[in-house]
């Protein structure tokens, strides 16, 4: 029997009707990982937690990597493959979240083939001990240091539209995923970096297309 709210009052005697509850659906929305190893390249935008949805896909990476699965080329076009890199940007304010990252980025470090794939790019924007030695600057110009556990690591913010850019323009005739999970404003910063590098490089036949989750900080 249906509580007596889900009913109208009788009226004229007839039975009771069952009045029933307006339901919305709304979607469906694309996975933030869609499509993610049809391209030929990929970059990787991530804003602290933001990394959590992209830790399985490198992990899947990292096994694919040693499973010697081919990469993928402009010529092919079959599935199964593995994009010719992978881009990680991940920035992140305390150097403790890095262990989020860390089992990755150990396998990381001990597949030579994995490595001529992913290439991690990791800001950190707080403090770091000063224990750390203070090793290079990155290709951008920004301080790294090197870890005890030997993962190096960029001062500051990433200059996103330098990067989109300068990676861009490493793979002529490509198609390019780019992925992002960051705040709004760092979101709305790739996406129109995304913009103005199609522009610069449509002559060069590479493409980039973009994929973005965001949340508030």
Known sequence: MYDDVWFVPELEGSQNQATLPT???????????????EYHANIIVAAGIGITPYIAALEHVLDQCASNIPVRTTQTTRNGLL?????????FRDISMLCLLLPALQRLRTDPRAREIVVPCLYVTGAVNAEHETTMSDVFGRPMVRLSNGIRVSQGRPPLARMVSYMAGKHPNSRMGVFCCAPRKMTALVRSSVHNTNAAVAHEGTSMEMRAECFSM
Request: proline residues 12%.
């Open 83 to 91: 994009p010719q890199c992978i881009y990680l940007v991940w920035v």
């Open 23 to 37: 339901i919305l659906v709304d979607g469906p929305y694309n996975a933030p990982m869609e499509n993610f190893f």
